[in-house]
């Protein structure tokens, strides 16, 4: 029966996971096809049971169960979850802060996932936005140094001996194929190429990012020298 489908596809998360109906919908659709009206009902009946907790239209999570009493997700716990997620990374602000990037702290969660949903989601302090890019190790850390790159000049008080970490790390992963594949599915804007091609270029590093910016457009960026990474 379908119910058994969908109920054996959630038992796969652990408690507190991040669940994206939307996700469930297609996996389920890969061997046995359902309407969508039918799959909402299914997962509708499945909260009504408490087996499933509704955070916001399409999200749910699995829920801890003490004393046969339904414990509520903490904000900590959800970030917990995503920051395990292996199909997530960490952006924005939060990551500054801790990479050591920012002294400043932030209490404003950005997440990109590789999940299939139509728009960003917002739970409380934490933006969840879908990226079609397969999320590994590498790709990881190159959409996070891009990240920082499009953000650099915003970054208060950036700590330079750490920004030179990253940036030794980033090169001892760069691939540029998956570097394009970011570049495409992340909408990052030209200076912040231009930017990400000085640097690559500083450390000697062979790419065919160019045809991405304007060679002729002279882009405001800062000057990538020795000084940058100190």
């Known amino acids: 029966m379908i119910d058994d489908l969908i109920a054996k596809e959630i038992k796969k998360f652990k408690i507190n996971d991040l669940i994206i109906a939307e996700h469930i919908f297609f996996s389920i659709n890969k061997t046995k096809k359902i309407n969508i009206g039918e799959f909402n009902d299914i997962i ?20 801890k169960v003490v004393n046969k009493e339904i414990v509520k997700i903490s904000e900590k716990d959800l970030k917990k979850s995503l920051l395990n997620n292996k199909n997530g990374v960490l952006v924005g602000e939060a990551y500054y802060y801790e990479s050591g990037l920012s002294s400043s702290p932030s209490y404003h969660y950005k997440f990109y996932l590789n999940e299939k949903f139509n728009e960003n989601i917002k739970i409380n302090n934490i933006v969840l936005v879908p990226m079609n890019i397969k999320l590994d190790k590498v790709s990881k850390v190159l959409i996070s140094y891009l990240d920082v790159l499009n953000n650099f000049n915003d970054i208060k008080d950036i700590n330079k001996k750490k920004f030179a970490l990253l940036t030794k790390n980033f090169i001892k992963n760069y691939n540029d194929i998956k570097m394009q594949d970011v570049i495409i599915n992340s909408k990052v804007n030209k200076p912040t190429i231009a930017f990400l091609i000085e640097i690559l270029n500083y450390f000697k590093i062979k790419n065919a990012l160019t045809h991405f910016i304007s060679i002729k457009v002279k882009y405001k960026i800062p000057k990538v020298d020795e000084n940058l990474f100190k």
């Open 44 to 63: 509708h009946k499945l909260c009504l049971k408490k087996e499933l907790i509704r955070l916001t239209k399409g999200v749910y999570y699995r829920p």
